[in-house]
């Protein structure tokens, strides 16, 4: 089984975003390493089959600040998932618009897949998640929109040449298919 990086938005301690993460991977049989955000740049990358951005304490405006920590994703070539904070830094790289308490979620919603994928095996084409943000982004002209809802229409999006998605809900909460899914493209 693939061995997965698990990369810290949240500041230094804060593991509640990453220890759910932690669990999925453990259940699904693979192995998995936690850095933190600002360690990127002394962490040899390529010796992970795929990386999972975590997200971060609602409120917290990390985008700017982050960015710098994350340039390296621009060249990437094996699957990364990108969870709220990583979705909202990696659309920022590619040129999305930060759209700043624009299209809030707080709680559970529903979602609709819009575009089929090997990330979604296993999973209703509508389907809970929980949300927890106040900031989103606009869809990057590289990007292809996979989800949306109502409330917030870029909630996952996939880069159109590599195996780089992001998603603005949190699948470790609900949806532990899409990350054994993700794992799964992590092997191929």
């Known amino acids: 089984m693939p061995e997965i990086l698990i990369i810290n938005n949240a500041e230094p301690g804060i593991r509640v975003f990453a220890e759910p993460i932690e669990k999925i991977i453990l259940e699904a049989g693979s192995t998995s390493t936690f850095i933190e955000y600002a360690s990127c740049a002394h962490t040899n990358l390529n010796d992970y089959d795929g990386i999972i951005l975590t997200g971060s304490p609602q409120g917290d405006d990390i985008v700017e ?69 106040n900031d989103s982004v606009t869809l990057p002209n590289d990007f292809e929109l996979l989800v949306t809802s109502s409330t917030c229409k870029n ?31 992590c092997n191929l």
Not at 168 to 173: K, R
Not at 175 to 181: A, V, W, Y
């Open 65 to 133: 600040h982050h960015a710098p920590y994350f340039e390296w994703i621009k060249n990437y070539e094996k699957p990364v998932l990108g969870i709220c904070a990583g979705h909202h830094v990696t659309g920022h790289l590619y040129g999305s618009k930060l759209l700043r308490s624009e299209e809030p979620e707080s709680g559970d919603f529903e979602v609709e897949i819009v575009k089929t994928d090997p990330l979604f095996n296993e999973l209703p084409q509508k389907f809970t998640v929980r949300q927890m943000h």
């Open 155 to 185: 909630q996952l999006m996939k880069h159109k040449n590599k195996p780089l998605y992001t998603s603005q809900f949190h699948p470790e909460f609900y949806n532990h298919q899409l990350i054994r899914n993700f794992i799964t493209l």
